[in-house]
T-cell receptor, first 114, second 111 residues
Framework: ETGVTQSPTHLIKTRGQQVTLRCSSQSGHNTVSWYQQALGQGPQFIFQYYREEENGRGNFPPRFSGLQFPNYSSELNVNALELDDSALYLCASSLDGTSGGPLHFGNGTRLTVT | EDQVTQSPEALRLQEGESSSLNCSYT??????LFWYRQDPGKGPEFLFT???AGEEKEKERLKATLTKKESFLHITAPKPEDSATYLC????????????FGRGTQLTVWP
């Protein structure tokens, strides 16, 4: 069991730029979810992908988009970065998005927008 | 609208001093309640899932319980390595994979 890995660990971007964050899910886990965690807050749901299709979305604008690939990897893309996008971005995988089972999180990417 | 509220926000305990963390929720149709531990700079680490009122789960010094409106995480004889932020999350079953998290309780255990 390899766990969930995310890259990069830290990133600094300028307002208005675009960023791509990457995640490698646990082998066999066909569901990946992305969360945003601001300092001192609990994680907030961005969206979920199940078998390479978006399967649910939280209250985030369309400039947050994602992709899931057949090899258990996925991406979170954010366009037109704003200062409030500064946060820890967490990827989580689960065996089956329909089962209600636990999510297994990576250690996140710390994004700073200046 | 807060659906998950954790208390206290911060808790300092002396090593060996048992206590409880609270998670109250206002969602209907609960599909599951989850407890996670988060260390600084790390992602949340899964601890427990509770599905129905009356259910209890234990792991080492931790015990989680669930009622119809709240969950408790009991910490017995804590050690300094138990220091972390403990997060509670609920699955409403409305959007697959979506958990609603509380803000967490920051626990510090000093020797």
């Amino acid at each position: 069991e390899t766990g969930v890995t995310q890259s990069p660990t830290h990133l600094i971007k300028t307002r208005g730029q675009q960023v791509t964050l990457r995640c490698s899910s646990q082998s066999g886990h066909n569901t990946v979810s992305w969360y945003q965690q601001a300092l001192g807050q609990g994680p907030q749901f961005i969206f979920q992908y199940y078998r390479e299709e978006e399967n649910g979305r939280g209250n985030f604008p369309p400039r947050f988009s994602g992709l899931q690939f057949p090899n258990y990897s996925s991406e979170l893309n954010v366009n037109a970065l704003e200062l409030d996008d500064s946060a820890l971005y967490l990827c989580a995988s689960s065996l089956d998005g329909t089962s209600g089972g636990p999510l297994h999180f990576g250690n996140g990417t710390r994004l700073t927008v200046t | 609208e807060d659906q998950v509220t954790q208390s206290p926000e911060a808790l300092r305990l002396q090593e060996g001093e048992s206590s409880s963390l609270n998670c109250s929720y206002t969602v209907s149709g609960l599909r599951g309640l989850f407890w996670y531990r988060q260390d600084p700079g790390k992602g949340p680490e899964f601890l427990f899932t509770l599905y129905s009122a009356g259910e209890e789960k234990e792991k080492e010094r931790l015990k989680a319980t669930l009622t119809k409106k709240e969950s408790f995480l009991h910490i017995t004889a804590p050690k300094p390595e138990d220091s972390a932020t403990y997060l509670c999350a609920v699955d409403r079953g409305s959007t697959l994979g979506r958990l609603y998290f509380g803000r967490g309780t920051q626990l510090t255990v000093w020797p």
